[in-house]
């Protein structure tokens, strides 16, 4: 065999093979090429437009958590405020109680005080009659002495 023909047959078979590539396996292949280049760019801007929206999203939540924590240290500086508010209520109420406490009993002491007089006072004039008769040696009648008596009470 030549070589000559080897050749050019190799040369008209490998040109069949490059049209028969070019005309039915290459188009399948680029399209399938081009069809992976866009889903990967389409997955790409979708990470992108995921990772855009996730920052945003970052940024509300931030933004609702500072929120969030102003209202609580408000509500908490408020109730503090109502706590005192009570607390003073409470004391302020407290110390009326004990006044009118101390007021009502210093006037049962003044009460038991004057009670205690009159009796003593009785008791006096009692004994003042009894020394008047131990030294008159007679009986005195309080209702014939009972002006005398009335102003020694009085005096006492």
Known sequence: MNLNATL??????FAILWWFTMKFVWPPI???LDERAKKI???LAAADKAKLELSAANKRVEEQLA???????KRLADAEKHAQAIIED???RA??????IVAAAKAEADQQTIAAREA???QVAALAVKGAEQILRREVNAGVHAELLNRLKTEL
């Not at 110390?95 to 009118?100: H, L, M, S, T, V």
Request: glycine share 4%; net charge negative; no cysteine.
């Open 8 to 13: 050019i047959a190799q040369i008209v078979v």
């Open 30 to 32: 680029t399209k399938a």
């Open 41 to 43: 760019s389409d997955g």
């Open 67 to 73: 929120q969030t924590r102003d209202e609580s240290a």
């Open 90 to 92: 409470a004391k302020k």
């Open 95 to 100: 110390d009326e109680e004990a006044a009118k």
């Open 120 to 122: 003593l006072r009785e």
